[in-house]
């Protein structure tokens, strides 16, 4: 039994404008599936799928865009996961400790996973030595805030996203403040080893899941990076000053880390001379080290496909060699 809407659009060509709306209502097709628009902007619509170039069998009739459009910006997700899967994304909540070279890659990927809270925490602002390798330093966005100009990107991958922009480093003073949220996943991408350490063993006494980026300057290779437990790193300088530190602190294992088992480099010696500051406060700053665009993003996107993987550990895909 039709209603007189859809029987009225069975007996019209795709392209053809019906003007219900006075808004240039129109047919529309992609393929297999097409749909007919009413209106603009958060307007009804109305779905339906071709058998062909004209006719068209089954629809459904949704209210909302932002819910309900048969085509959204996390379709290919959901043919993944699914409809239960994506829901489960959209109500945990991330928190993302340095949204440099490693974390704003890790935001973009989680955004763009329907992660439904993201917590960023930076008190850096863009620095002209960003631009090549962070996601939002730009020549345009130097001197403005990292957590701020994330925030806004991600806003428009997801507006419906809810993000908590924390212009602040995590310390002793600020870690309390920090976790006062609700927080289901950490993605480690900070680089101050007291504080890293700091921070895992926050998290094991709180029991809240954390994955903490190793290393990731001077390295050329990001194939040579992978998910272990803490005790199993090797090779990389930093994992094995935080294991050191750990043992210290009876902490022996219980730590996802992304690690490299890649040697570092050496900085040239007639590049250095002038790209560092003798004089600069922190170590870092006064012989900082190298770095390039394709070796902390890649990290960042392992941190991010950790936790969605966990979180998706309930929903497991099906694989082709399943099917045979």
Same mark, same amino acid.
């Given at each position: 039994?039709?209603?007189?809407?859809?029987?009225? *659009?069975?007996?019209?060509?795709?392209?053809?404008?019906?003007?219900?709306?006075?808004?240039?209502?129109?047919?529309?097709?992609?393929?297999?599936?097409?749909?007919?628009?009413?209106?603009?902007?958060?307007?009804?619509?109305?779905?339906?799928?071709?058998?062909?170039?004209?006719?068209?069998?089954?629809?459904?009739?949704?209210?909302?865009?932002?819910?309900?459009?048969?085509?959204?910006?996390?379709?290919?997700?959901?043919?993944?996961?699914?409809?239960?899967?994506?829901?489960?994304?959209?109500?945990?909540? %991330?928190?993302?400790?340095?949204?440099?070279?490693?974390?704003?890659?890790?935001?973009?990927?989680?955004?763009?996973?329907?992660?439904?809270?993201?917590?960023?925490?930076?008190?850096?602002?863009?620095?002209?030595?960003?631009?090549?390798?962070?996601?939002?330093?730009?020549?345009?966005?130097?001197?403005?805030?990292?957590?701020?100009?994330?925030?806004?990107?991600?806003? *428009?991958?997801?507006?419906?996203?809810? %993000?908590?922009?924390?212009?602040?480093?995590?310390?002793?003073?600020?870690?309390?403040?920090?976790?006062?949220?609700?927080?289901?996943?950490?993605?480690?991408?900070?680089?101050?080893?007291?504080?890293?350490?700091? *921070?895992?063993?926050?998290?094991?006494?709180?029991?809240?899941?954390?994955?903490?980026?190793?290393?990731?300057?001077?390295?050329?290779?990001?194939?040579?990076?992978?998910?272990?437990?803490?005790?199993?790193?090797?090779?990389?300088?930093?994992?094995?000053?935080?294991?050191?530190?750990?043992?210290?602190?009876?902490?022996?294992?219980?730590?996802?880390?992304?690690?490299?088992?890649?040697?570092?480099? %050496?900085?040239?010696?007639?590049?250095?001379?002038?790209?560092?500051?003798?004089?600069?406060?922190?170590?870092?700053?006064?012989?900082?080290?190298?770095?390039?665009?394709?070796?902390?993003?890649?990290?960042?996107?392992?941190?991010?496909?950790?936790?969605?993987?966990?979180? *998706?550990?309930?929903?497991?895909?099906?694989?082709?060699?399943?099917?045979?």
């Amino acid at each position: 039994m039709h209603t007189p809407l859809l029987e009225d *659009l069975l007996n019209k060509k795709q392209g053809t404008h019906l003007n219900l709306s006075g808004q240039n209502d129109q047919l529309y097709n992609d393929g297999s599936v097409g749909y007919y628009r009413i209106g603009e902007g958060l307007m009804s619509f109305a779905f339906f799928v071709f058998t062909n170039s004209s006719y068209m069998v089954g629809y459904t009739y949704n209210e909302r865009r932002m819910e309900n459009i048969m085509k959204h910006q996390f379709s290919r997700n959901e043919l993944a996961y699914g409809k239960e899967g994506l829901d489960a994304l959209n109500n945990k909540t %991330v928190m993302i400790l340095g949204v440099g070279g490693v974390g704003s890659f890790a935001a973009e990927a989680l955004a763009r996973t329907n992660i439904g809270h993201i917590i960023l925490i930076d008190k850096d602002d863009v620095d002209i030595t960003n631009v090549n390798r962070q996601i939002h330093a730009l020549t345009t966005t130097v001197g403005q805030s990292k957590v701020t100009l994330m925030e806004e990107r991600i806003k *428009l991958i997801n507006p419906e996203c809810k %993000v908590t922009p924390l212009h602040m480093f995590y310390t002793d003073e600020t870690y309390e403040e920090i976790f006062e949220y609700d927080i289901d996943y950490v993605v480690d991408a900070s680089d101050t080893i007291m504080y890293k350490i700091h *921070l895992m063993k926050e998290c094991l006494k709180r029991g809240i899941k954390i994955i903490s980026s190793m290393g990731a300057a001077n390295k050329t290779d990001p194939t040579r990076f992978q998910i272990a437990d803490i005790s199993k790193t090797h090779t990389d300088p930093m994992a094995k000053v935080i294991r050191t530190k750990l043992r210290k602190e009876k902490i022996y294992k219980g730590i996802p880390v992304v690690f490299s088992d890649e040697s570092p480099i %050496v900085i040239r010696e007639d590049v250095k001379s002038y790209v560092g500051n003798p004089d600069a406060p922190i170590r870092k700053a006064q012989m900082p080290p190298s770095s390039n665009a394709f070796v902390p993003s890649v990290v960042g996107l392992i941190c991010a496909s950790y936790v969605v993987n966990d979180i *998706l550990k309930d929903f497991p895909v099906t694989r082709v060699k399943d099917k045979q």
